[in-house]
């Protein structure tokens, strides 16, 4: 199970830090990921993290937002700087997680945290 935390409203130029900890009988976790969806909008990717640490961001928010992970926490967080009215969206976090017992990873999706920047 992921439960994402953090979200709120937020003046532009503001900052959040978004949360994404995985719970249960855990083996390992491979990439993590946040997305988000704005009203009337496809889903879109927005940063991604490898388990080694390697870090991917989609172009929109490249230089203001940050993804990092704790392994020993099972936990992804989302850093995220100088917010403009566009990043209002819910965010969802996303990971491939090997249960214990499993030989697999398996895709977990998080409920989802509302994100509004707005004056």
């Known amino acids: 199970q992921l439960q994402a935390s953090g979200g709120g409203l937020v003046q532009p130029g503001g900052s959040l830090r978004l949360s994404c900890a995985a719970s249960?009988?855990?083996?390992?976790?491979?990439?993590m990921a946040w997305y988000r969806q704005a009203p009337g909008k496809q889903r879109e990717l927005v940063a991604t993290i490898t388990s080694g640490g390697s870090t991917n961001y989609a172009d929109s928010v490249k230089g203001r937002f940050t993804i990092s992970r704790d392994n020993a926490k099972n936990t992804m967080y989302l850093q995220m700087n100088s917010l403009k009215p566009e990043d209002t969206a819910v965010h969802y976090c996303?990971?491939?997680?090997?249960?214990?017992?499993?030989?697999?990873?398996?895709?977990?999706w998080g409920q989802g945290t509302q994100v509004t920047v707005s004056s």
């Open positions: 249960g009988s855990i083996f390992s976790i491979n990439d």
């Open positions: 996303f990971a491939w997680v090997r249960p214990l017992g499993k030989t697999i990873h398996y895709a977990y």
